[in-house]
Every structure is written in C-alpha cells, then in structure tokens.
C-alpha cells in the first residue's frame, strides 16, 4: 500500500461470519468517496477468499490482504 | 417498452401451472394461512399475511389470466402493474417472506405463495430491482471461477493452517485437508472456517475418502430466482465433482445450498444430477449408524434444544438425523414446539440475513423464534443452517435469551471420543 494513501474509514469485522463481513464492507464502501480508501480487520478466514472475488465482481480495488497474528487486515480503495 | 410491461413480460415467462393455479384459482382467502406466517404472528399485520401479500400479485395475474377480470377488473379486484406496485413487490418478495413454506403446509389448498414471491424475485432480478447486496453476493460467488488460479494460491495458503487445527483437535499429525485430490466425496463447505474444520475432523477420524471443494456451497443467485446464473454456480461444483472423480456430494451446514443441489438444479438442469448428494448431517448419522463415529456423552447435560432450518427439515424432510446426532452425544435434549414440519422460520431465510437495510425488522420478526427457545429453556441451540445461525445468534442478544448458537457438527466434534 503506498505510504500517502489515507484511510478514509477502518471497519472492525472481527468475530463475524461470512457473509456477514462481505456485507458491511459493501455498505461502508457506499459512504466513501470513489479514489477513497477503507482498512478493515476481520477473523474468518474465509475473508482471505470472499473479499478479493468481491472486489473482482464489483470493480473496487484490493490494495492488501495480509495476516497477522491471526487479524486478517485488508485495504480496499472504492473505483465505481 | 415501459417498466411495467417489462416487469409483465417478465412475470408472464415465470407464469407456469404451478404459479398459474396458485395465483389466480386456488385461494380462497380462508385464512388458514395467516397465523402460519412467523411474519404475522410477529408483526400482527395482517396486510403481511400470505393471503394478502400474494393477494397483490395475484390482482394483476388476474388481469390477464382470468376472463371476469379482462372484462371487469373493478369486480374482481384485479388492477394493472403500477411503477409503485413494483416497489411495493420488492418488499413483498424479499423483505416479508423467506421463503419458509410454513403457509404452504397449512393451506388446505395448498397455495405455492413462496413459488408466486420466487417468480416475483426472478422478475424484479431481470429489471434490476432485487437487492444490491444478493446480486454483489452472487457476482462474488462467480468470480471465484473466474479467478480460479489467483484463489488456489490464496486457499491452499488458508487451508495449510486450518490443517494444523485439525491435527490438534485429533491429536493426529497426519490428519489432511486434501485440495483437489481424487476421492469418493467432494466436500462442499461455506467460506466460514466452521463450516470446514469439523466436517475435516469427522473425515480423518472416520478415515473417509474426501477432497475438499476450492468453492463454497452457497447460492445466492437462488435468492435472486436468477436460475442462469445459479446454474452457473452449481455448475462449478459439478465440474470439479467430475475432475475429480468422486462418487459423492456433501454439502455443509446450509439451507439453500441443499435445496440448490437436492431438487433445484435438477429442474435447471433437466435431469438427475450424476453425484449423489448429501447433507453432512446424513453422512454424520451414516458414519454413527456404523459405528465408526463415536462420541463421549458424559459430559453433556447442559439443556440443549435444535431449530429446524426449513430447507434441511420442512422442504427438504431432514428431521430425524440431527436429533439421532444430538441424542447421542446430549442427554438433555429439549424439543423446541412446534418442531419438524411444523417448525417456524427464524426470520432470516431466504437471504434476509444478508440485507443490513431491513435488520431491525429482521429482528422484530425473529420474536417468534425467540419465544419458542425461550420456552425450551435450553442454554445451547443447535441448527444446521448459516443464515439460521446469524439470525439466531442475533435474536439471541436482542431477545436476551443468554443462549450459545452453534451448527451440529461444530458442536459435536467437541464429543469425539478421542483414545
């Protein structure tokens, strides 16, 4: 992720289950500017296989996914 | 050409002797059908009854298909597709009716009102005015073949840790998730990790032949009546069933994704489908029936009670296995009432969970679920359904019923007699 990036808006999924993450990634993506950037943390591992077939299917871009710890974090930067 | 007439041509391919019948001769506004309806009985609308919200899709079927009302629709309440109408259908369809078939059982016509609210789903699908959320969910669900090659990478890194748990949890270092291998069953899961690591457990532990799907078994286009598009989703599966040789289908713990392969895509496709198909709460009960999967059930007094998700039980007939399950392993298993058949939608079915919009109503019409685990007094409830687990789980907090949610297989790997 480049360094000047900003995060617009962070989104806390943890604990939840597909496709409970997916769906509140999809509304708070709604309440950011396109070329704006969202970071969220989730615990399903199923994230590491929902979010980027979500990105590829709505058109927004996966910047990072990455795990630690545990925490799956990813960054996503709304197109459409 | 206008919305509406869209809308009609839409409806009118839909428009099947099933549907036909239901719609525009069967009903005789008994009422039977009302308190039925977990809706109702929750909201006590009765403009959110069966009768009365297939009542509005049936004026305007009747319209066209019934010859009082082509002559004189104001006799017959028959009245024409409006734009707002069609707004109103959205809610109809997906808002106040999961799709349960509880009003279905009770009627003693036998009125197909969630076949006539699938054929209004499928419609408002084809003039885009379904729910954002179901058709990015289902767009989601394809992309996942598209991007095969980039998602291999990407699963078989996920799979390597949760193999790792499941060499724990059998104390076996030689337990596998195989990927992609040839064997006998083609395990289907959910992307949640519940629905992967227990089913592995019981796999390795009753020494089965599996592989493990690079797809989940879930299908939302169904929820959308967007049959292409679930055919194309099923197909995936199917494909690899094939690739990889394998004599059986097991589905995880999800409603819809049993009706998809059980008796939907049969009807998509035109014929039998070549793999057998199972839920894995019937291979479970197999594998106790023959004794290779056993459980120790002295620790399991706590007051436990199972919700009948209506496409495993009431459409789809699947009662006794989860309780033969569960008896084995509880033995203080409570009976929730009514139950089997008769059992009453949690409120989150057909794809309801998935729609933040209408949450609140979710909720409101989730009382009736409450009130009946309330009853049992149970302290853990047990289902077999994702859609069902969000929902009871949320019911759960709101309600303040203090109860422990969870599927039956994850719960039962926790009663594995392990030497």
């Known amino acids: 992720m480049d360094k000047d990036m900003s995060i617009a808006k962070t989104l806390n999924l943890e604990g939840l289950l597909c496709p409970i993450p997916v769906v509140k990634l999809s ?33 927004n871009d996966l910047i990072s996914l990455d795990k630690e710890d545990g925490i799956f974090r990813f960054v996503v930067c709304r197109v459409n | ?30 009422g039977w059908c009302v308190e039925s309806c977990h809706v109702y009985l929750s909201t ?25 009302s082509k002559l004189v629709p104001f006799w017959t309440g028959a009245a024409d597709l409006t734009e707002s109408e069609l707004d109103k259908w959205v ?25 006539i609210m699938g054929a209004i ?89 599996w592989t493990l799907s690079m797809f989940e078994s879930s299908n939302y286009a169904m929820f959308l009546g967007d049959i292409p598009r679930a055919k194309q989703i099923v197909n995936r599966i199917l494909k690899e069933a094939e690739r990889l040789n394998v004599k059986e289908i097991v589905l995880s713990e999800c409603g819809h994704a049993y009706a998809a392969f059980r008796w939907e895509a049969p009807k998509w496709f035109g014929e039998p489908l070549k ?21 120790d059930s002295s620790q399991n007094g706590e007051a436990i009670t199972y919700h009948d998700p209506c496409n495993i039980g009431r459409k789809g007939g699947i009662f006794e ?54 009853e049992t007094r149970a302290k853990k409830v047990l289902t077999s359904c994702d859609n069902c687990l969000h929902q009871i789980q949320e019911i759960s907090e709101y309600y303040d019923l203090n109860v422990e949610v969870s599927n039956v297989s994850q719960w039962a790997i926790s009663a594995l007699t392990i030497t």
């Open chain 2, 121 to 209: 789903r499928g419609t408002l699908t084809s003039i885009k005015k379904s729910p954002e959320i179901l058709d990015q969910l289902t767009g989601a669900e394809i992309a996942r073949e598209d991007g095969l090659d980039m998602m291999r990478e990407i699963f078989r890194e996920h799979i390597v840790d949760l193999e790792k748990e499941v060499q724990e949890k059998l104390n076996n270092p030689s337990a596998k998730i195989p990927i992609e291998e040839e064997a006998e069953i083609l395990y289907v899961p959910l992307s949640g990790v519940h629905t992967i690591i227990p089913p592995a457990v019981i796999f390795n532990y009753v020494g089965a032949s």
């Open chain 2, 321 to 374: 296995e989860p309780r033969r399950i569960i008896n084995v392993i509880s033995s203080n298993y409570r009976e929730m009432y009514p139950s089997r058949e008769q059992n009453f939608c949690c409120g989150g079915g057909g794809g309801l969970v998935a729609n933040t919009d209408w949450q609140d109503y979710r909720i409101e019409t989730g009382k009736v679920k409450a009130d009946q685990i309330r």
């Open chain 2, 1 to 30: 050409m206008s919305i509406t007439r869209t809308a009609l041509e839409e409806v009118e391919k839909r428009f099947n002797r099933l549907i036909g019948t239901s719609a525009t001769n069967l009903c005789t506004h008994c």
């Open chain 2, 44 to 68: 006590l609308n009765p403009e959110l009854s069966p009768v009365a919200k297939t009542e509005r899709v049936r004026r305007v079927l009747k319209r066209s298909h019934d010859w009082l």
């Open chain 2, 275 to 295: 793999f057998k198909v199972s839920s894995i709460l019937e291979v479970m009960d197999d594998y106790l029936e023959t004794g290779v999967l056993t459980f």
């Open chain 2, 91 to 115: 809610e109809l369809a997906y808002k106040y009716c999961t799709l349960c078939e509880r009003c279905v059982i009770n009627c003693p016509m036998a009125v197909e009102t969630p076949q």
């Open chain 1, 27 to 59: 509304n708070a993506v709604k309440g950011i500017g396109v070329g704006e950037v969202i970071e969220a943390t989730a615990t399903d591992p199923g994230v590491m296989m929902d979010i980027p077939a979500w990105c590829k299917s709505t058109g």
